[in-house]
């Protein structure tokens, strides 16, 4: 199994500012994703953290406004840019391997946008 | 369209008694199903996961069932208690996938919107 922890575990933050959120997974995980999820919904897929190379984004996400990095088989950080109330959410990292169907999620941050 | 559907959205149920949520999905290529179960303010946590040639799984208390041929499956909870109040995902696995460019496959989650379960003593 992998253990996943993120930084910040929850902020406030002013419209037209930035956030990085941190990933960091106790293991070498070929994987990971950030996901979304707002209020009283399920989890939205954002992008694929590709190490070494740029992530893939799923429709209706853009690398200007959730640019994400990923420097080596264990950290990634998703940057939430120029925020506005509509951003409030709960920020998810998870990771997983090619071979294993299982997927693994961090605690999530909780972001509220003012 | 990949798509996850449960029901029902939400559920009350008393201390001790049992439940049963459903999932059902449309997604193509298949690879295999979960059930998570996410508390409040916390990520997903895997209950069962379970392969296309696979009817049932249990884990403690859960027990989840797969039907491929209508594409539906099933989480039961026997004896519920207070701690199960939680949301229950069903999460349908498709893959693999090979985007261009990426050396290798990997599996992509499709999630339901969740049922949210009120355990009340």
């Known amino acids: 199994s992998a253990v996943i922890s993120q930084k910040p575990s929850r902020d406030i933050c002013q419209r037209g500012t930035s956030l990085t959120i941190q990933c960091q997974v106790d293991?070498?995980?070929?994987?990971m994703f950030w996901y979304r999820q707002q209020p009283g919904q399920s989890l939205t897929l954002i992008a694929t953290a590709n190490q070494g190379s740029e992530a893939t984004y799923e429709s209706g996400f853009v690398i200007d406004k959730f640019p994400i990095s990923r420097p080596n088989l264990t950290f990634s950080t998703l940057t939430v840019s120029n925020m506005s109330p509509e951003d409030s959410s709960i920020y998810l990292c998870?990771?997983?391997?090619?071979?294993?169907?299982?997927?693994?999620f961090g605690p999530g941050t909780r972001l509220t946008v003012t | 369209k990949n798509q996850v559907e449960q029901s029902p959205q939400s559920l009350i149920i008393l201390e001790g008694k049992n439940c049963t949520l459903q999932?059902?999905?449309?997604?193509?290529?298949?690879?295999?199903l979960r059930w998570y179960k996410q508390d409040t303010g916390r990520g997903p946590v895997s209950l069962t996961i379970m392969t296309f040639s696979e009817n049932t799984k249990s884990n403690g208390r859960y027990t989840a069932t797969l039907d491929a041929d209508t594409k539906q499956s099933s989480l039961h909870i026997t004896a519920s208690q207070l701690s199960d109040s939680a949301s229950y995902i069903c999460v349908v696995i498709i893959g693999p996938l090979f985007p261009i460019g990426f050396s290798g496959g990997y599996n992509k989650l499709i999630f339901g919107a969740g049922t949210r379960l009120a355990v009340h003593p």
């Open positions: 293991s070498q995980v070929t994987m």
């Open positions: 999932c059902n999905y449309t997604v193509s290529p298949f690879s295999n």
């Open positions: 998870s990771a997983g391997t090619l071979r294993s169907y299982e997927q693994y």
